[in-house]
């Protein structure tokens, strides 16, 4: 795997790229130079710490024949307080929809991605405490929130 980012201005907005996929803007600006234009490099993680992990779970629930119509992973991090602030507690939320979810798969499938599967998981857990719960909404046909409630 490659990557690389290319610093286009202004503040410390860059455009983030690899050879398989398609770019993204990276942007830790914030306050200090009044924008914030897209995902900082920490909550790029924890977007892919979410993918990740919904992957596998996706995967392995369409194994199990489980009748999941759609999928949310949540996750909700807290910053060591000194440089390098990185991540000492994660916890995820994963919210499942569809009729006739079997709970006991679905602990199986989380359990396999958070244990073997996932490689995000695998990396951060050696310096977070990773804790994560579930819930089933029975609803086929789920009308999923936009972005997240009280985000800045």
């Not at 993680?45 to 596998?56: H, R």
């Not at 569809?98 to 006991?104: A, L």
Request: with cysteine; charged share 20%.
């Amino acid at each position: 795997m490659k990557a690389q980012v290319t610093w286009t201005g202004p503040g410390l907005r860059m455009v983030g790229e690899t050879a398989e996929g398609p770019a993204i803007v990276v942007d830790s600006s914030g306050k200090a130079y009044g924008r914030h234009s897209g995902l900082s490099p920490m909550e790029l993680v924890l977007v892919g710490l979410a993918g990740c992990t919904a992957m596998d779970v996706i995967s392995i629930m369409a194994k199990k024949r489980q009748p999941m119509t759609n999928l949310q992973v949540k996750v909700e991090a807290e910053r060591a307080e000194t440089h390098p602030k990185v991540f000492t507690k994660l916890y995820i939320e994963y919210v499942a929809y569809g009729n006739g979810i079997e709970e006991k798969a679905l602990i199986r499938a989380i359990e396999l991605s958070e244990e073997s599967y996932c490689s995000v998981i695998g990396m951060l857990k050696h310096s977070a405490e990773i804790t994560s719960s579930l819930r089933i909404v029975s609803d086929p046909n789920p009308s999923l929130p936009g972005p997240l409630a009280g985000a800045e």
